[in-house]
């Protein structure tokens, strides 16, 4: 993304009836139930031996990159803020949209508006929560001068009423379609039915924001535990920006505290797998990843899980600032010089899965109960490991481009195991592809991530994670303009499709939709737009003290309300 080519479709996404299916140990969806949410585990102790309570200690692979709910784009921050903030709804243990902040809801019979009712809830400076905190943080993550890479949640995925019309700068602020009826009653009006619009609640982007409080932080918000407020399970008491080491405690105000088993949440970056797994050893962490050779090592072990992530990796080729890799052919004969199967059976080993559809599977669910993803063979001529395929699109690549080799950078993260796929991936494209050179440069996943959104970047290896159930969260990225389309691809029969899905006939049509958005997945992965690698599966350790740590494959990965750890 380039953030002077925002988004200026004034229609992405409304809705299909879709509900999550199981990913491994875990699960996601958009329920519209107004049940409260599942009871908290009893019987919690501290390892130091109290009655209650006790500190999480939770190793991570990469540093937070941004503690603001509008402006944060990273799982990490996602977990982080959710530790500390709540929103309207929140996940059940099975991913369920269940009343957070909203103690109940009202939804027209229309379906486009809906009617929050708040409970009785407090920011951790003494100030009630009210609707106005909802309408402020909304406003700033439409505001052009913000430019929130996740505007697009309210316009194009939450069709709010002149959302796209104030990201465009074409209206002010104050003309969404967010109104404080009272301090406890908010009202949202759609442009559309969306009917997994509760389950975007508890997307952070969607977080309230306390003005009077931010306004006397200012540039400094979301920095430290100062320029931080908590509405949620825990409160932020020791951070600074890249911190490789903070703490949260209890929120003994928070509404919910009584089923809040622990006493607090410690936070390690830990980057080197080895490191982690001998800190995880010798007690110092009661969670930690694992990759590569170390699952062999512990496979075996009782507190060995590999739980579903959610994420798609894959590499994104800049098509539209590298002129070579505008060639279609050469960018087929890059996806089919790929050997999936190599990279997560050999280098991961933590239960990823190859993956050969631009949508990943195990949740999204459609209209009929099925996966939307169940057949990675439905691509297989667009998309599969064929090293005679490779051959001939590349035979014909360096016909039409007039070259013989070709030399490219690719971007990857610093961390562990982004490393070990990027120089397999190197391996296998410059064995299979004579003359090819792909060269790579590690940086801070900050640095990546900010050369994607900026197009400096020729090849990168990134990866996705679903927002919310539906493949919409993937196939909307591709859109011409959207904020994630980093290789500013574009293609006007794609774009017609989706638009036809979001607002068109297809809206209120769940089984022509679904089968829309299957033939725009197939444009993608034929026009080569990204190279799909795998879905990711995280190997973990969770100590035998510890149950209740909650894994989502939808928005936010870790959850630990419901969290007790044991003496």
Same mark, same amino acid.
């Given at each position: 993304?380039?953030?002077?080519?925002?988004? @200026?479709?004034?229609?992405?996404?409304? *809705? /299909?009836?879709?509900? =999550?299916?199981?990913? #491994?140990? $875990? &699960?996601? +969806? %958009?329920? @519209?139930?107004?049940?409260?949410?599942? *009871? /908290?585990?009893?019987? =919690?102790?501290?390892? #130091?031996? $109290? &009655?209650? +309570? %006790?500190?999480?200690?939770?190793?991570?692979?990469?540093?937070?990159?941004?503690?603001?709910?509008?402006? #944060?784009?990273?799982?990490?921050?996602?977990?982080?803020?959710?530790?500390?903030?709540?929103?309207?709804?929140?996940?059940?243990?099975?991913? #369920?949209?269940?009343?957070?902040?909203?103690?109940?809801?009202?939804?027209?019979?229309?379906?486009?508006?809906?009617?929050?009712?708040?409970?009785?809830?407090?920011?951790?400076?003494?100030?009630?929560?009210?609707?106005?905190?909802?309408?402020?943080?909304?406003?700033?993550?439409?505001?052009?001068?913000?430019?929130?890479?996740?505007?697009?949640?309210?316009?194009?995925?939450?069709?709010?009423?002149?959302?796209?019309?104030?990201?465009?700068?074409?209206?002010?602020?104050?003309?969404?379609?967010?109104?404080?009826?009272?301090?406890?009653?908010?009202?949202?009006?759609?442009?559309?039915?969306?009917?997994?619009?509760?389950?975007?609640?508890?997307?952070?982007?969607?977080?309230?924001?306390?003005?009077?409080?931010?306004?006397?932080?200012?540039?400094?918000?979301?920095?430290?535990?100062?320029?931080?407020?908590?509405?949620?399970?825990?409160?932020?008491?020791?951070?600074?920006?890249?911190?490789?080491?903070?703490?949260?405690?209890?929120?003994?105000?928070?509404?919910?505290?009584?089923?809040?088993?622990?006493?607090?949440?410690?936070?390690?970056?830990?980057?080197?797998?080895?490191?982690?797994?001998?800190?995880?050893?010798?007690?110092?962490?009661?969670?930690?990843?694992?990759?590569?050779?170390?699952?062999?090592?512990?496979?075996?072990?009782?507190?060995?899980?590999?739980?579903?992530?959610?994420?798609?990796?894959?590499?994104?080729?800049?098509?539209?600032?590298?002129?070579?890799?505008?060639?279609?052919?050469?960018?087929?004969?890059?996806?089919?010089?790929?050997?999936?199967?190599?990279?997560?059976?050999?280098?991961?080993?933590?239960?990823?899965?190859?993956?050969?559809?631009?949508?990943?599977?195990?949740?999204?669910?459609?209209?009929?109960?099925?996966?939307?993803?169940?057949?990675?063979?439905?691509?297989?001529?667009?998309?599969?490991?064929?090293?005679?395929?490779?051959?001939?699109?590349?035979?014909?690549?360096?016909?039409?481009?007039?070259?013989?080799?070709?030399?490219?950078?690719?971007?990857?993260?610093?961390?562990?195991?982004?490393?070990?796929?990027?120089?397999?991936?190197?391996?296998?494209?410059?064995?299979?592809?004579?003359?090819?050179?792909?060269?790579?440069?590690?940086?801070?996943?900050?640095?990546?991530?900010?050369?994607?959104?900026?197009?400096?970047?020729?090849?990168?290896?990134?990866?996705?994670?679903?927002?919310?159930?539906?493949?919409?969260?993937?196939?909307?990225?591709?859109?011409?303009?959207?904020?994630?389309?980093?290789?500013?691809?574009?293609?006007?029969?794609?774009?017609?499709?989706?638009?036809?899905?979001?607002?068109?006939?297809?809206?209120?049509?769940?089984?022509?939709?679904?089968?829309?958005?299957?033939?725009?997945?197939?444009?993608?992965?034929?026009?080569?737009?990204?190279?799909?690698?795998?879905?990711?599966?995280?190997?973990?350790?969770?100590?035998?003290?510890?149950?209740?740590?909650?894994?989502?494959?939808?928005?936010?990965?870790?959850?630990?309300?419901?969290?007790?750890?044991?003496?």
């Amino acid at each position: 993304m380039r953030f002077d080519r925002r988004i @200026s479709r004034r229609s992405f996404l409304a *809705a /299909a009836g879709v509900s =999550a299916a199981a990913l #491994a140990l $875990t &699960a996601c +969806g %958009g329920s @519209s139930s107004t049940a409260a949410s599942t *009871a /908290a585990s009893t019987g =919690a102790s501290s390892a #130091a031996g $109290t &009655a209650a +309570g %006790g500190t999480l200690n939770i190793m991570l692979e990469t540093e937070v990159q941004s503690l603001d709910p509008q402006i #944060a784009t990273d799982g990490t921050s996602f977990e982080v803020i959710a530790d500390y903030t709540d929103g309207l709804m929140q996940m059940d243990a099975d991913g #369920a949209a269940v009343p957070a902040l909203a103690e109940t809801y009202d939804i027209s019979e229309d379906g486009k508006t809906y009617t929050f009712h708040l409970r009785d809830a407090k920011w951790s400076n003494g100030d009630a929560v009210t609707a106005a905190d909802f309408v402020f943080g909304w406003q700033r993550a439409v505001d052009p001068a913000n430019a929130s890479e996740y505007s697009y949640m309210l316009s194009d995925i939450g069709q709010v009423v002149n959302a796209a019309e104030i990201i465009a700068g074409e209206k002010p602020v104050t003309d969404l379609g967010v109104t404080a009826v009272d301090d406890k009653t908010l009202e949202v009006q759609l442009n559309v039915p969306v009917s997994y619009f509760l389950s975007l609640m508890y997307f952070p982007t969607f977080y309230p924001v306390n003005e009077a409080f931010f306004n006397t932080c200012k540039d400094t918000f979301g920095t430290s535990p100062d320029t931080v407020l908590s509405n949620g399970a825990f409160i932020l008491t020791d951070y600074q920006p890249a911190a490789t080491a903070f703490e949260l405690t209890k929120n003994p105000d928070y509404y919910d505290a009584v089923n809040i088993a622990l006493d607090g949440l410690a936070y390690q970056v830990i980057k080197d797998s080895q490191q982690a797994l001998m800190s995880y050893q010798t007690g110092a962490l009661d969670l930690t990843l694992l990759n590569g050779e170390q699952v062999d090592q512990v496979k075996d072990d009782p507190e060995f899980t590999s739980v579903g992530a959610g994420y798609l990796w894959y590499i994104s080729p800049n098509i539209d600032g590298v002129p070579e890799l505008a060639n279609e052919n050469l960018r087929k004969a890059m996806t089919f010089a790929l050997d999936r199967d190599a990279i997560t059976g050999d280098v991961l080993k933590d239960g990823s899965a190859p993956c050969y559809t631009a949508v990943p599977p195990q949740f999204a669910t459609g209209p009929d109960g099925s996966d939307f993803s169940a057949d990675q063979t439905k691509y297989a001529d667009y998309c599969a490991f064929d090293a005679a395929k490779a051959a001939e699109y590349y035979e014909t690549a360096k016909s039409e481009l007039g070259k013989n080799s070709f030399t490219f950078d690719m971007i990857v993260d610093a961390d562990d195991a982004p490393q070990k796929v990027a120089q397999v991936v190197k391996e296998q494209l410059e064995t299979t592809l004579p003359g090819f050179t792909l060269n790579l440069t590690v940086e801070p996943k900050k640095q990546r991530v900010q050369d994607m959104q900026d197009g400096n970047f020729e090849v990168a290896l990134t990866r996705w994670g679903p927002d919310y159930a539906d493949p919409m969260t993937y196939l909307g990225m591709w859109v011409t303009g959207n904020s994630n389309n980093y290789g500013l691809w574009s293609d006007a029969e794609y774009d017609s499709i989706i638009e036809e899905c979001t607002t068109g006939d297809l809206c209120t049509d769940p089984e022509g939709r679904w089968a829309a958005l299957y033939d725009a997945e197939a444009i993608v992965l034929e026009q080569a737009v990204i190279f799909p690698l795998y879905g990711q599966c995280n190997a973990e350790m969770i100590s035998s003290a510890v149950t209740g740590v909650e894994h989502h494959p939808c928005a936010l990965n870790r959850v630990y309300k419901r969290t007790v750890k044991n003496a």
